[in-house]
């Protein structure tokens, strides 16, 4: 792409649509290198922009890779001279308000490896529309703010025998050359980013699920025949939305169907296609003999969350894609929170806030940043980001604490009833907000426009004569790029107070609570609790309660009490992160100056005393036994120095492993499960300790150990601990050993896709045999699918995003690896070429040499040739 070709397009410009659709009537007959597509659009101009005696504007259809076969309006074809095909779409002149348009095109699913319109995984017929790729089924307006009914005919050879659409069935038959004809019709109004079609020869399994309301849906998820014993987890899951949407939120479903497909080619996690929701194999199939815990969690999250999206984002959906955090951001919010009520809350927090910190913190500090609303954007595929989900579900949560539970409820219900079958905008979800309560979020609203991380530096000082503590707190938001001079944010703070003997302060203020919400919305402000008879130690910032990074002068010993006595178990979390993260700074200035490095003391003793409280959840004594990753610890500000991070951590964990090995045993014995596997919060949180202690023990380095993983992985009793103990093996193994056991692994499991993922993964992400030797290897491996972009994400940013050891060798030959990958893709499928740029897009925060290597990486995408608008985008603006 041409700097000339690049166009950015800005919220402030947006229009309401000169027509709308009042119904959509599509038609396809499919076939791999030419499907037809006819589409009949009942239009009408838009009463809202309409003035009186106008000539009538045209008419703008968007349109990408698209053969248009013939345009007729009210049944008469249109003379070329009504019409103007350009790039991106066509334009008509129309006579009359209101019309019937028909257009017919052809399009050829086989070709389309961009995985955005209509295209084929593994022999099915799937669409991917959201945000932008209706267009490239049938010229349309492709903007959110145009809802129509749809009705959809699709026609197929008989070896297509499920053909599927949004809404109800209501015809079916067979043509007179013996083909399949399958009629939909959604009574839904909806955009065309949420058109969906299926065909293909699935299996499926059924259930049923009464509404509230006594209404009985049918459920039904389809596969390929071989993963129809992988199903079970995700309907489990999908009832348990079902009705946690209704008790916790009100919402009932709406049709008599839901219907969920699987597929192996998808750009992303899932998506919530109104009535027919269309998921990547990763994100709804599993076994306990396929699957590990984290992946049956993310199942239950991602189901949860396309199923909530049926009234945060269909049923209410969005004006434009700036407002893409409206739905986004809420929905975000709400599968965190099932997730949270169904398993662990605190892991859950803990799982999310890692996310956050490590990598929306990062893209927030990087040339990509960009608001929760974004004010422009080049290609809005580039703005699926963390910062739009996972910050706008911050942003949605802060609304929360802020406001209460029920007052929140008040909130959403408001919206939901005021905008039932509209697209509206994140300012309408905030003023219902505020309407429902009459609250004020004015300054509220800034979490919105502004984008970057605010600093919070927080002092405390206490008067022992008075009994008075007070907390003295100042914010500020450093510049991004566009942004400068950033304005005070309205930011909650829970607050805890810890007495001397770790016991829990009541706090007048807050009418004798243990806790209190503290609002700061000045740059600098200064909160006092009085009646504190001796000075308190502060628990900040509880359960993340915002998205900022909190800067207080702990001392190892108080981090050391927090991790025992804070009443709240986030915090005890975060009060272990700081103690790694303290140690490993200290290391680090250790390694620079060419010190030898110091044992650890106080994270060893901090470890030692969770690991000795039996008391504790085994889920939270992983969590806080597991040391930052290198890309968190990379987060924490200044000049990233690779080796020095590596080398720190490295150390710190070789440290822990010998100091507490002989814990780690007792406690790996001690979880040792005698049941068979289920995907309960307990038993993952069991077997989430045992593999840390395993990990440790094998780090540890004793044959006896390795013993025990070989054991374990022998035993192969469920993929959490096979693939746990196989991880131990070849990063603490010898290669030959190592080489051994991945052999096994893949002899056992070649003919399943999703293990082979796995089995890729933990190569690609291995400090210690993910060389880029072995990752070229494995791209070269018969398994690798170039076009599947779940197997470029398990190899190549398995290597350059999760193996900071290999990647960041000192040779810089892992940067341009990368940059010729990212080169060869984005003529294949320009949204992952653009995602896998990422680890390049950082390059000013290294030092000097990897700095000038990275860049020069990027520079050899920049000028290799065309580029995507995806991948365009993302390249230039971090060279700028
Ligand atoms: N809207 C999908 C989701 O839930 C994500 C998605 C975006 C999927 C674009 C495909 C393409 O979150
Ligand atoms: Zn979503």
Known sequence: MK?????????????????????????????PHATLVKSKLKIRRNPAVAQANETLPPLWLDGADLELLSVSINGELLPAHRYQQRAGGLSLSTDAPEFELEVHTRIAPEANTSLEGLYLSNGMYCTQCEAEGFRK????????????????????????????????????????????????????????????????????????????????????????????????????????????????????????????????HFNMGAMENKGLNIFNSACVLASPETATDAAFQRIESIVAHEYFHNWSGNRVTCRDWFQLSLKEGFTVFRDAEFSADMNSRAVKRIEDVTLLRTSQFAEDAGPMSHPVRPDSYMEISNFYTLTVYE????????????????????????????????????????????????????????????????????????????????????????????????????IPITVGLLAEDGSPLRLDDAAGQMEVVLHLTEASQNFTFAGIASRPLPSLLRGFSAPVKLRYDYSSAQLQFLMQHDTDPFNRWDACQRLSINSLQTLQQQYRSGEALQQPAALIEGYAAVLDDAALDPALVAKMLALPSAQEIAEQGGEIDAAAIIAARTFARDAIATALAERFLTRYH?????????????????????????????????????????????????????????????????????????????????????????????????????TLERVQKLIAHPAFEVKNPNKVRAVIAGFAMRNFTQFHRADGSGYTFLADQVIALDKLNPQI???????????????AQESAQIHAALQKISVSGELSRDLYEVVSKSLE
């Open 670 to 770: 001690a979880l040792e499960q005698h049941k068979p596997y289920s995907p309960t919060a307990e038993d993952i949180a069991e077997r989430s300790l045992k593999n840390t202690c395993l990990f440790y023990l094998c780090a540890a380095g004793s044959a006896d150990a390795l013993a025990l993983a070989k054991g374990q992985f022998e035993r192969g009793e469920n993929m959490t601990d096979t693939a746990a103990a196989l991880a131990a093996l070849v990063e603490f193994g010898t290669e030959t050993q190592a080489e051994g056991f991945l052999q096994a692994f893949y002899q056992q499991w070649q003919q399943d896709t999703q293990v082979v993922e796995t089995w890729f993964g933990l190569q690609s992400g291995s400090a210690k045999f993910g």
């Open 391 to 490: 910050k706008g579900a911050e942003v949605v949560r802060m609304i929360h604490t802020i406001l209460g539970p029920e007052a929140f409820r008040r909130g959403s219900d408001l919206y939901f009833e005021r905008h039932d079958g509209c697209a509206v905008t994140c300012e309408d979800f905030v003023a219902a907000m505020e309407d429902a309560n009459g609250a004020d979020l004015k300054q509220f609203r800034r979490w919105y426009s502004q984008a970057g991380t605010p600093v919070l530096d927080v002092e405390d000082t206490y008067n022992e004569a008075l009994g008075e503590y007070s907390l003295t707190i100042r914010q500020q938001t450093p510049e991004t790029p566009g942004q400068k001079g950033k304005l005070p944010l309205h």
């Open 833 to 847: 070429a653009a995602r896998l740029v990422t680890p390049l897009t950082r390059w000013k925060k290294y030092r």
């Open 3 to 31: 700097d000339s070709q690049a166009r950015t397009i800005y919220l402030k410009d947006y229009q309401a649509p000169d027509y709308l659709v009042d119904h959509t009537d599509l038609s396809f007959e499919l076939d």
């Open 137 to 264: 089924i049938t010229f349309y307006p492709d903007r959110p703010d145009v809802m129509s009914v749809f009705t959809t005919t699709i026609v197929a050879p008989a070896s297509y025998p499920v053909l599927l659409s949004n809404g109800n069935k209501v015809d079916s038959g067979t043509t007179e050359d013996g083909r399949l004809r399958v009629t939909w019709e959604d009574p839904f109004a909806k955009p065309s980013y949420l058109f969906a079609l299926v065909a293909g020869d699935l299996q499926h399994v059924e259930d049923s699920f009464t509404t509230c309301s006594g209404r009985e849906v049918k459920l039904q998820l389809f596969t390929e025949a071989r993963n129809i014993g992988k199903c079970a987890h995700a309907m489990t899951s999908l009832k348990h939305s079902m009705r946690w949407d209704e008790e916790v939120y009100g919402r009932e479903y709406d049709l008599d169907i839901f219907m969920i497909v699987a597929v192996d």
